[in-house]
């Protein structure tokens, strides 16, 4: 469980009609609270109101908003090792996205013309909840988790000696649907309704803490952060009209259409 919580939840952010707001997601129902962001819930000022909302109702939108990085971790579980036939790093392999290619559940991420090729990666992502520099116990900064999809161009990274572009699309970020204080166990894709990942997150060659220590001993981490944690084998390419859902037990389903664009 994450640290920062004091209590089990899961959180998500949501439209209805013209109001968007935060709300507490308990089984079908959406208790809506009195934040208005993230870093209202992580500061501890999110009340819950008397509103609620069947879940059904009411659109989900991406849980963060623009957290200051987005970092992601290559080459960390085993089975994605060996499917890429490379060694085993001995510290985490890092690189970065921008917070603008985030897109929430249900939006459609855009294949540009300049790939012929786009992937999707299934990850469990963490959200950081405390500044974290040089930490020694990276899970005391952990705030929760939730499901993330870090779409690539496969043929521009083979290409490119940087990955960022290959990475940076917009809408290469999908992110959500809620965030747990729970840490998940398993993550799995579907593509077109068929399982293409399957995975105990246990395969990981860092955990969760690690990676928080890690990365902070090289950057500051900010209350919002996100860390996407890797991506197990069975990574795939997606053409126009697929639809991909990344899913963590406990967390929810995150669903995203495929589409081309210019």
Not at 14 to 29: H, I, L, P, Q
Not at 50 to 79: F, Q
Not at 115 to 120: A, G, I
């Amino acid at each position: 469980m994450a640290s920062s919580s004091a209590h089990d939840f899961r959180i998500g952010k949501f439209s209805s009609g013209r109001k968007t707001f935060v709300g507490t997601v308990k089984g079908d129902t959406v208790i809506e609270t009195d934040a208005d962001c993230l870093i209202d819930v992580i500061e501890g000022k999110m009340r819950e109101k008397r509103e609620e909302h069947s879940l059904g109702t009411l659109r989900v939108l991406a849980p963060v908003d623009r957290p200051s990085k987005i970092i992601c971790i290559g080459l960390n579980y085993r089975s994605h090792i060996k499917e890429m036939n490379w060694e085993t790093p001995k510290i985490p392999v890092i690189f970065t996205k921008p917070s603008s290619a985030i897109i929430g559940p249900e939006e459609d991420i855009v294949v540009p013309a300049v790939s012929r090729r786009v992937d999707f990666e299934g990850e469990s992502a963490i959200i950081i909840g405390k500044r974290a520099k040089r930490a020694t116990e990276g899970a005391r900064h952990i705030f929760g988790y939730t499901c993330f999809n870090d779409v690539t161009a496969r043929d521009l990274q083979k290409g490119d000696v940087d990955w960022t572009r290959a990475k940076g699309f917009d809408t290469f970020a999908p992110i959500g649907p809620f965030i747990s204080s729970k840490a998940p166990t398993r993550v799995s894709t579907r593509l077109n309704g068929e399982v293409v990942q399957d995975s105990p997150l246990s395969d990981r060659v860092f955990d969760d803490s690690a990676l928080v220590e890690y990365i902070s001993s090289v950057m500051t981490l900010e209350p919002g952060d996100v860390i996407a944690t890797g991506t197990p084998s069975g990574i795939a390419p997606m053409k126009s009209g697929d639809v991909v859902e990344v899913e963590l037990d406990g967390i929810g389903r995150l669903r995203n259409s495929v589409k081309t664009g210019p």
